[in-house]
């Protein structure tokens, strides 16, 4: 139950991420805003750590950072940028797909049938939003090829994590991966962030921070399976989010809205099967 619970508030805190991140960009820039997102989560998370200290065990970490939120958090920067936050949160959804699919075959984690149900369901409304036809001129499709690789880099963090999680504290760990990752958008933009970048994605990056120590912590409590799934109901909060927050350039419609349902819908499938 304690993994369930960290990771419907992990993505809580990643969904309100995401339309955070929409509200602070500015231009074409995505290395300098995703380096901007990361420092501040780096901040969070190492004062999280301070609490709980493990040092010793969080070198593997760092590789696993170089994936996500390193090329992760640039691409999924980009495609927030080119097709809108509400559209790459239910794309980013469709993660626990190859997630469940790497944990079966590399972690030898069980297979259920409802497992195999939420997961499909989940990946039936990241379908749902590549057939959408409606979308608004400004919003570009290149985004939710983006936001679909960075899915796939969050798959493979995620089995990292939870195969190397004996070896740290989950805060230690959290803030090793965020480290990682400010090296590889620093080398990707060869530039600091400016005061006013900083400013602008500081909300993003302490909501970022947030959902990260949730996270891991929830895979040190928890199977991929299990959190993955429900960590993809971040759908939900970056639809709902960006409805309410950022309606006029969204274009939230009846497709997209079906879309984060049936990503929800498989995420309390398999939340339900777990407690």
Same mark, same amino acid.
């Given at each position: 139950?304690? *993994?369930v619970l960290l990771a419907v508030a992990a993505a809580a805190f990643f969904g309100a991420m995401t339309v955070a991140i929409r509200l602070g960009l500015r231009g074409r820039e995505a290395g300098a805003a995703a380096l901007a997102t990361i420092l501040t989560a780096l901040v969070v998370a190492l004062i999280a750590a301070a609490f709980r200290p493990a040092v010793d065990g969080a070198w593997p970490f760092l590789l696993a950072g170089l994936i996500a939120p390193g090329a992760s958090q640039i691409l999924f920067t980009l495609a927030i940028?080119?097709?809108? *936050?509400?559209r790459t949160s239910v794309t980013v959804g469709t993660a626990p797909l190859f997630a469940v699919a790497i944990a079966i075959v590399f972690l030898d984690e069980p297979v259920s049938a409802p497992l195999i149900a939420g997961a499909l369901a989940i990946v039936g409304g990241g379908v749902l939003l590549a057939a959408e036809r409606t979308r608004p001129a400004h919003l570009r499709r290149i985004g939710l090829v983006y936001a679909l690789i960075a899915a796939v880099l969050f798959a493979t963090r995620d089995n990292l994590v939870r195969a190397l999680h004996g070896h740290a504290t989950p805060e230690t760990a959290a803030a090793a991966t965020l480290l990682a990752g400010a090296i590889v958008a620093f080398a990707w933009t060869r530039r600091a962030p400016t005061r006013g970048e900083m400013a602008r994605l500081a909300p993003a990056g302490v909501l970022f921070g947030l959902s990260y120590v949730c996270l891991f912590a929830a895979y040190f409590h928890g199977n991929v399976t299990v959190v993955s799934p429900l960590v993809a109901t971040e759908s939900l909060w970056g639809v709902a989010l960006s409805a309410l927050l950022i309606r006029h350039?969204?274009?939230?419609?009846?497709?997209l809205l079906a879309g984060a349902a049936l990503v929800v819908a498989g995420g309390v499938v398999i939340g339900l099967t777990q407690t």
């Open positions: 139950m304690t *993994a940028h080119e097709t809108g *936050a509400s350039s969204e274009h939230v419609g009846p497709r």
